[in-house]
């Protein structure tokens, strides 16, 4: 995760500078004018370039906004995914493309933009409605694509019925983790099956207040982290 820098390079993002009063590309200015949906939303950044991303997050968060990250590679995104309400990606992160992480909050209805400055790289067709921002972008412009596709958070469901299909739904997504940690199908399936034995195990810890999946995915990281190498064995 990157530190959010104090005095961002306010020009990678509003190379004009029409952000404030006397051309200063002032972030403090482009907040009066942001739209009120965006108080209190928690926007995913995942973006390998340092400065780039903490202007983004800086501008966010003076917009409003809560910011998950940065962040600069598909498995550190995952673990956060359960908490973003909206995204910004960088399509190519250091050699690796973001559209495994999409794919992840296409299923869970996640809005979010693709942010980059390759021109180079095909979307594959489940995403050809996505929007496309070309780096660089002012803040103005992110706004008026996320807008509309921003909305609350759906309420949970707290019935038996609902939580077994949550564990279920799980599984997709803990087998995509542990393949983009481990590269390996063998190594991902051990990682897997650990996680489910630990929570098993560990079920009266998940808070009530978590989705299944969410705590699941949290655990995955976290062993992933303290004891990963095992499963390679």
Known sequence: MFPIASDPVRHLLDPHGKGGAGGGGSVAGEAHTAPSILASMQILIVEDEFLLASDLASRLENAGATILGPVATVADAISLVGRAQAAVL?????????????????????????????NDIALPERFRFVCQLTKPADLHQLQRVLEPQLRPAKPQLNVPEARQQTIQSALPALRLTARLLLRDDGAADR???????????????????????????????????????????
């Open 191 to 233: 990682l897997v099956e650990r996680t489910l034995k630990y929570a098993l195990a560990h079920r009266t810890d998940k808070p009530a207040s978590a989705e299944v999946e969410d705590w699941l995915l949290e655990l995955l990281s976290k062993i992933y982290r303290e004891d990963g190498s095992k499963c390679s064995h």
């Open 90 to 118: 960088d399509i190519y992160l250091g050699g690796e493309l973001v559209f495994p992480l999409a794919g992840m909050l296409l299923d869970r209805e996640i809005p979010f933009v693709f942010f980059t400055g390759r």
